[in-house]
């Protein structure tokens, strides 16, 4: 997205673009992921344009290399706005189940190699495929798909998940209701690791 | 100090020094002052340390558990801090460390007679609760505010072993479900137990065993209930505990949908009946048709917390029109300005506000803006502590609550939209903060939001003379900004950025202050490898922590690091800390 300034702002061509975004922020142009964005740890390229009235976002320009997500809900910061995460995830009153297990809303998900978890609102997926396609556009990796025979054969990581009895299970065995409700966290291995799993 | 013997031995000169200085010193109770004290002389330290009976250690990696414990020999209380604020926010990576166990084992060690534990953004295990468990049999309080790592294994041997337990207080934690059913662990006599705070507990209790225990519990004045306790059962428990002082309230919402509402007059005895009723929260799942049953209490609250209550504007005026002596309200934004209104009209003595938003994202209407600030300011001309949510605000509202409110201690808004102007003017929001720090001489904790130029930071160098807490993020032009405030704010401890354009003549710039301060946390900056070194190189009791997201951090010239967090230590590096954490 480097372009010479100047001529730019002279033809006004700023107002008549067309954008995603309200009207009047001056953010550019993004598509939007899933979620929550990781940070890219490539900050703005030198001859980045700096208005004098804003400063360009670095998760902007992290935004823009996902370029083959559909978009589905707004992008969002990790961490932005600054609430704590238990209040986030508590403000939904679930009146209709008290009793029910909510074991498998809000999980846990970590990737083998990477720092920081992250958490998911599996109620949110229909079907194992966005799930896995979630996951794929949060970590930035290729899990591939599933098969009852060979598991993920093929690809470098592996979706695991911790049931209630405390067992780590491959991800796609079961229909995915009961799935959900058993669901503690997910942990996505290297498949190298991951070997005992697959060959069933 | 009596000497045994039959003869009486006049006592030295130095020691009668020693024995006052002790009587004397005894009595001094503020952290600060007993610092001041400590420095005086050799003879005043060793005095110091004999009669500091509170121990506050503001970071655990600032220094090792032996040196404190070997300094300070009569502690009966201590208090321990872990993580820096933006971990609650997901910015800290995956096992970062502030690990209970050292210091709890030596304590062990050095106290055990200790009394009161209180642990803040602390990673505690199961372990470290049975440490806690059989290491002190005289605690009597233990208070985890923000902590993780452990779960109901642990609760339940703390609740089984230690017996003069008087405080239980569990505050936004996360507690794991290991399905052991700790209420049930209490001693089965009488228990000490005054407070029980489990709201942050995530699953489902055994209520016939919470019965049981409140039965055996003739001290207890607060108890904090958890979302899965309905409003029946909370019935239950407050007739038969009409001495509460501070109650969470639970779900207050029926176990099944369609009770009929004649229950009302009911719970409205139970809680008339509660005289001593000052501090209620909860709400967790709130049937406001419900919320008459509190009417009875309202005169006497001061402390009212709706922060999980999705209420309109007319569900808060029926409560806090009775609430003529509040001093502490949080809520959600969903009541909206008119909601805010109605409590300023009425809580003249408001001195804390905690505004949060429903919809935690930033592109969404919003339901409150200037005109309930602005409310508020002309309101509440106490208030000391403001925390607010808003998606859009104008400097004119902050510049009144400025003049309004010149006893503002805390003011932290948060404008959801990034680089957000004043939405009527749209100038940056720099007049706004500048008023704050201008007009407000006892402000010592700001947090700062919206679209900002240098010259709000300009301001709070000037004139923020007593700030000891900023917060920063997505502002500023130039490394200017950081400098004006580095060089500035004498009394600044902690300095938290985020998302901003500073680089590393920041760093330079702050060298003669960082040792004065507890900690510097800058994410997502400009600040590059070789400076972070520099600075690490140059000063000797800093712990330089450096976090990367790539797994082979790169140290190239023109890679940003991800995020920078350095303290003072007496300890030096610590050996905890996991591969993505590089000290330099």
């Given amino acids: ?200 | 100090m009596t000497r045994p013997g039959y003869g009486y031995d006049p006592p030295s000169p130095d020691q009668v020094l020693e024995n006052v200085l002790e009587d004397v010193l005894q009595f001094l109770t503020c952290r600060s002052d007993r610092n001041a004290a400590s420095l005086v002389c050799k003879s005043w330290y060793q005095a110091e340390a004999l009669t500091r009976s509170d121990l506050f250690i503001g970071n655990c990696y600032a220094v090792a558990p032996r040196r404190a414990t070997d300094r300070f020999r009569r502690v009966r209380s201590v208090l321990l801090k872990g993580k820096p604020r933006f971990a609650d926010f997901g910015l800290m990576p995956f096992n970062w460390g502030a690990h209970s166990t050292r210091w709890l084992a030596a304590f062990a060690d050095a106290y055990p007679c200790l009394e009161r534990i209180y642990l803040k953004r602390m990673s505690i295990t199961d372990y470290d609760l049975g440490l806690i468990a059989n290491s002190f049999s005289s605690l009597k309080e233990l208070t985890l505010v923000c902590c993780e790592g452990f779960g109901t294994s642990g609760l339940a041997v703390i609740a089984s072993k230690c017996r003069q337990l008087r405080v239980l207080d569990l505050f936004e934690d996360e507690v794991n479900h290991d399905e052991v059913d700790w209420i049930s662990c209490f001693p089965e006599t009488r228990t000490c137990l005054e407070s029980l705070t489990f709201d942050c507990v995530e699953f489902p209790i055994n209520f016939t065993a919470l019965e049981k225990l409140l039965a055996r519990s003739p001290n207890l004045k607060k108890l904090r209930l958890n979302r899965f306790v309905s409003i029946e059962q909370l019935h239950r428990l407050l007739v038969r505990a009409p001495q509460l002082t501070h109650l969470g309230t639970a779900s207050f919402s029926p176990s099944e949908a369609g009770q009929p509402p004649e229950q009302e007059l009911d719970y409205r005895a139970a809680f008339a009946a509660c005289k001593s009723l000052v501090c209620l929260s909860g709400f967790r799942e709130i049937a406001p048709e419900y919320l008459p049953a509190i009417y009875p209490v309202c005169a006497n609250l001061t402390s009212l917390n709706f922060s999980y209550a999705n209420i309109n504007a007319e569900h808060l005026r029926s409560v806090i029109c009775h609430c003529h002596k509040l001093q502490t309200l949080w809520v959600l934004d969903t009541v909206g300005d008119e909601g805010l209104q109605a409590a300023a009209a009425t809580c003249k003595d408001l001195r804390e506000l905690r505004l949060f938003p429903i919809e935690v994202r930033e592109d969404t209407e919003g339901f409150v803006s200037e005109v309930g600030l602005l409310a508020v300011s002309e309101g509440c001309r106490k208030l000391r502590s403001i925390l607010y949510f808003c998606q859009r605000m104008t400097n004119a509202a902050v510049i009144a609550m400025s003049k309004n409110c010149p006893d503002l201690v805390v003011f932290r808004l948060c404008i959801m939209g990034r680089h957000r102007p004043d939405h009527v003017t749209n100038e940056p929001m720099d007049e706004g903060f500048g008023a704050i720090v201008m007009n407000c001489k006892k402000l010592t904790r700001l947090a700062v939001s919206g679209l900002l130029t240098d010259k709000a930071f300009a301001y709070i160098g000037k004139y923020g003379k007593l700030v000891r807490t900023l917060s920063v993020a997505f502002a500023g032009d130039t490394d200017m900004a950081l400098k004006y405030v580095l060089e500035g704010c004498p009394k600044l401890q902690k300095l938290e950025v985020r998302d901003s354009p500073f680089g590393d003549s920041v760093l330079r710039a702050g060298l003669h202050h960082f040792y004065n301060m507890r900690f510097v946390w800058m994410s997502a900056c400009k600040l590059t490898f070789p400076a972070c070194g520099e600075i690490a190189r140059e000063m000797p009791h800093l712990v330089v922590e450096v976090f990367t997201v790539q797994e082979v951090p790169v140290e190239e010239e023109d890679e940003f690091v991800d995020t920078l967090y350095m303290y003072r230590s007496l300890e030096g590096p610590r050996n905890d800390a996991p591969e993505y954490v590089r000290i330099l």
């Fill in chain 1, 1 to 200: 997205m480097a372009r010479s300034e100047t001529y730019e702002n002279d033809l006004h061509l700023e107002a008549t673009k067309l954008r995603l975004g309200l009207p009047g922020s001056n953010e550019p142009e993004k598509q939007s992921t899933s979620n929550d964005v990781v940070r890219s740890n490539k900050r703005a390229s030198p001859d980045m344009p700096q208005d004098s009235g804003s400063s360009t976002n670095n998760s902007d320009i992290s935004d823009a290399r996902h370029e083959d997500c559909p978009p589905s809900s707004k992008a969002q910061i990790v961490g932005w706005p600054p609430v704590r995460s238990y209040r986030k995830n508590n403000l939904q009153p679930k009146r209709t189940d008290q009793n029910a297990d909510t074991s498998g809303m809000y999980v846990k998900v970590s990737m083998d190699g990477a720092p920081y978890l992250r958490k998911i609102d599996l109620k949110v997926y229909r079907s194992y495929e966005e799930l896995l396609q979630a996951l794929e556009n949060m970590f930035k990796v290729c899990i591939g798909k599933y098969s009852e025979r060979d598991g993920y054969n093929g690809s470098d990581y592996v979706p695991t998940y911790e049931d209630k009895d405390g067992d780590w299970m491959l991800v796609g065995d079961v229909p995915m209701e009961m799935f959900i409700s058993s669901c503690k966290r997910l942990r996505i291995m290297k498949s190298s690791e991951a070997k005992g799993l697959c060959c069933l």
